[in-house]
């Protein structure tokens, strides 16, 4: 039976923001009728499990999303573990947060038009499917986890998320959210892949609740995309994630010593750069004013023949460097003076977050999703756009070296207080089931 307690505030959340709720105190065995020993009870209550699916087909931003969901769980009291299962290797080079674990599954590869093949085991697509389907359900019966938070696919991807849906709900211990990126692509493609998919169905059957990690104000998701009553009843939207929130960061944290001499910095990030060349390599033949430091981090799926390709460049400008991979950019984005991007969740939401003046160079395939939101954004007046088919060195020497107005704080004009809620929306499910 589930506790109709009310939680007492607490003091000691992430980024010394309060904790509005206890979850311990609002379980009472409810999802763990497992553990039959009345001397577990007590245990039971202080340690409720968390289990994160990421798919994680391109990119590393799902991975870097939803271990700060679980960074931000962890710090709940009563919240004792959590294991994301994730889609990509990478995810392993990732700084997990302590109480975190996560299991990597053999890789999807996404080509430019949509579709997927095995990444590196040269299995067939249902093969892969099946292989992956099997570990979830064995990893998520196994970890017996309270609340099981799914990154955007209802089902999964290709379906493999089902046979753990079905387990769950026949069992009814654990009490499932879909968390859905403010944007997910033009409304006409998610009408069409939500109608083929069966999500609404998904929704009804097997989730509790509908996180959406951004502000209608911003994108409303249930106007653009259609879905049905009974999906949109659903729907909480936290507000975007204030990165300065996170745990253990500190403002005044320097970036490691790349041994470049004073000056301001322009820093240019292109997510996982699987599909960041173009804009690394402009940047990097971009000139800029006298005394301007650079950076450039590649992402560690950029193809090595172009991470070689800046290297060379780097070797000949003395204020350039050249990142393969910084596991936790925070610092560097701190420390810009300018910011030079690709449209991602993370990488708009870190950049709003520290209040840095940016130019966006979206992606527009194989989804149109950080082309929308840099649309959005630059119309609110907190970041500039430069479509991709525009992209030039010239053109991004243009934007430094300009002059700029003052630059809105992002948080007068949208919601960020998505860490904040976080909790409070878990203390909600686990204390009604939805």
């Known amino acids: 039976m589930v506790s109709e307690q009310l939680l007492l505030p607490a003091a000691g959340f992430v980024g010394g923001a309060p904790r509005t709720r206890d979850v311990a105190d609002v379980l009472e065995i409810g999802p763990l009728r497992h553990l039959n020993n009345p001397r577990s009870r007590r245990t039971a209550r202080r340690n409720l499990r968390v289990a994160l699916y990421s798919h994680d087909t391109m990119g590393i931003g799902h991975m870097r999303r939803n271990l700060l969901i679980a960074e931000t769980l962890m710090q709940s009291q009563g919240v004792g573990g959590g294991l994301i299962v994730a889609g990509a290797r990478e995810a392993a080079a990732l700084i997990m947060p302590a109480g975190v674990d996560c299991l990597t599954l053999p890789a999807f590869k996404k080509h430019r038009n949509g579709g997927y093949r095995s990444r590196s085991l040269g299995l067939p697509l249902e093969a892969l499917v099946c292989l992956r389907a099997r570990t979830i359900r064995a990893a998520i019966e196994a970890y017996r986890p309270d609340v099981l938070i799914v990154d955007k696919v209802p089902r999964g991807l290709g379906g493999e998320l089902e046979p753990t849906l079905e387990t769950l709900r026949r069992h009814g211990r654990t009490r499932c959210v879909l968390g859905l990126r403010d944007v997910l692509d033009s409304p006409r493609q998610v009408r069409c892949e939500w109608h083929?998919?069966?999500?609404?169905?998904?929704?009804?059957?097997?989730?509790?609740?509908?996180?959406?990690?951004?502000?209608?104000?911003?994108?409303?998701?249930?106007?653009?995309?259609?879905?049905?009553?009974?999906?949109?009843?659903?729907?909480?939207?936290?507000?975007?994630?204030?990165?300065?929130?996170?745990?253990?960061?500190?403002?005044?944290?320097?970036?490691?010593?790349?041994?470049?001499?004073?000056?301001?910095?322009?820093?240019?990030?292109?997510?996982?750069?699987?599909?960041?060349?173009?804009?690394?390599?402009?940047?990097?033949?971009?000139?800029?004013?006298?005394?301007?430091?650079?950076v450039l981090v590649t992402g560690p799926c950029m193809p090595a023949s172009i991470r070689q390709r800046l290297q060379r460049l780097a070797a000949g400008a003395p204020r350039l460097r050249v990142l393969e991979f910084v596991a936790e950019p925070s610092p560097l984005l701190a420390a810009a003076d300018h910011v030079v991007a690709m449209g991602g969740y993370n990488t708009v939401t870190e950049i709003l977050s520290f209040g840095k003046r940016a130019l966006i160079v979206p992606r527009t395939v194989p989804r149109e999703e950080q082309l929308i939101r840099a649309e959005r954004l630059r119309d609110l007046g907190l970041i500039d756009m430069l479509h991709p088919d525009q992209l030039t060195s010239e053109a991004i020497t243009r934007w430094l070296t300009r002059s700029f107005e003052p630059l809105p704080p992002a948080r007068e004009r949208i919601d960020f207080q998505g860490l904040t809620r976080l909790p409070e929306f878990l203390a909600e499910l686990v204390r009604t089931g939805g």
């Open 196 to 294: 083929q998919e069966a999500s609404d169905e998904a929704v009804e059957k097997y989730y509790d609740s509908v996180w959406v990690y951004g502000d209608p104000a911003v994108y409303n998701p249930v106007q653009e995309y259609g879905f049905s009553a009974k999906t949109a009843a659903k729907i909480r939207y936290t507000g975007y994630f204030d990165q300065r929130m996170r745990a253990g960061f500190q403002a005044d944290n320097p970036p490691a010593d790349l041994g470049l001499p004073p000056g301001p910095l322009t820093l240019c990030m292109v997510g996982g750069g699987q599909d960041g060349a173009a804009l690394a390599q402009a940047f990097a033949k971009a000139a800029l004013t006298s005394g301007v430091n650079s």
